[in-house]
């Protein structure tokens, strides 16, 4: 048995599972990694920096003939930002975290497929308006910036909302238990991040893979402090979830104190020179519980496909054992 969807029809893959543009750390060569296994890769090319999108579009075009796309995001780009993305030829334009009414026509126009990723029902019926292609709707275990909403009721209310449009789920999913949930729920596939950045391919450190495979659910935190002691321009209304660390759990909760202390603000900037894990984040979501080792994405993406198989099998089989 092989999982079909309306994902992998659409896209022609073999698996539904799709790589989350994780901005700086989902490369060309982590998205053709995922590709190349069957999935769908997607750079993380986070406000379209131009530097960036040259190297990481020149390594999946060398990586791999299958189909491959970009990240963006939405409060951090502009339409010469998108028709520069556009240029590249992506098979898929991924917008997240704003508005994506301004750019949808043009990806659309130019024969790209428009994913949105939404993290409540109002940003959800947005992006059906537009003509997303794909919806990905994100709960709050999600690693990195997301929303309010948990996946679990989240993504089947999105699934009734748009109809025919194919949905995604993220957040926590790192398994094949996770992703057989998720097409229980009336997905056509899984958005992954957090379990993508534990693999050979991902552009990480050392030290963050070690934190992200040593650490529990219990250890992250929805934050807007790290965004603050950044300076990063992020909107409010999106906290990102990080390991937890003593500098977080120092200002956790005194964020506008901490916004107007010059001394603790130059204190983090010094911290983030030396890269130092207990100040800046490290973005990880849930499903670092399930993350034991780092692993290769190709053998990531086969594993999980194959396990959803068989989650779904056993479930059959144990529910319809029960009922006799
Ligand atoms: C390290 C990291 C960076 C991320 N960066 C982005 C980003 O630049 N753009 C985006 O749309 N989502 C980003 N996300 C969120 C993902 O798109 C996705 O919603 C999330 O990873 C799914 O949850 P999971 O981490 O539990 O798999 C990021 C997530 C992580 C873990």
Not at 41 to 62: K, S, V
Not at 161 to 171: E, I, K, Q
Request: with cysteine; net charge negative; charged share 25%.
């Amino acid at each position: 048995m092989a999982l079909r969807t309306d994902l992998t029809g659409m896209f022609g893959i073999e698996h539904p599972i799709v790589l989350a543009p994780m901005g700086g750390v989902a490369g060309g060569v982590l998205a053709a990694a995922v590709s190349e296994a069957g999935g769908l890769g997607l750079i993380g090319a986070g406000g379209g920096d131009r530097e960036w999108l040259d190297r990481e579009c020149g390594l999946a075009a060398d990586g791999t003939g299958k189909p491959w796309g970009i990240g963006l995001l939405l409060w951090a780009i502009d339409m010469d930002i998108v028709l520069s993305v556009i240029e590249r030829r992506p098979q898929a334009i991924m917008l997240s975290f704003g508005d994506p009414a301004p750019y949808a026509a043009a990806i659309r126009d130019a024969g790209i497929r428009l994913l949105v990723q939404v993290t409540d029902m109002d940003e959800a019926a947005r992006a059906l308006d537009v003509g997303a292609d794909v919806v990905i709707a994100q709960g709050s275990e999600a690693g990195g910036h997301c929303g309010h909403r948990a996946t679990l009721p989240f993504v089947p209310s999105v699934v009734d909302l748009a109809a025919s449009t194919p949905v995604l789920a993220a957040g926590g999913i790192a398994d094949g238990r996770g992703l057989a949930a998720a097409l229980t729920l009336g997905a056509a596939g899984a958005l992954i991040g957090t379990r993508f950045e534990a693999t050979h391919e991902a552009l990480i450190s050392a030290a963050e893979a070690k934190a992200i495979v040593a650490a529990h659910a219990s250890d992250t935190e929805c934050n807007r402090a790290l965004d603050i002691a950044r300076g990063s321009a992020w909107p409010a209304e999106y906290p990102a979830r990080t390991l937890r660390n003593p500098f977080l759990d120092r200002w956790h909760g005194r964020e506008a104190e901490l916004a107007s202390d010059p001394v603790a603000l130059q204190e983090y900037r010094d911290a983030a020179e030396r890269d130092d894990l207990d100040y800046v984040p490290v973005w990880a979501g849930e499903a670092v519980d399930l993350i034991t080792d780092l692993e290769s994405a190709a053998d990531l993406v086969g594993r999980i496909g194959r396990d959803a198989e068989k989650a779904i099998l056993d479930a059959a089989k144990r529910c319809v054992a029960a009922t006799k």
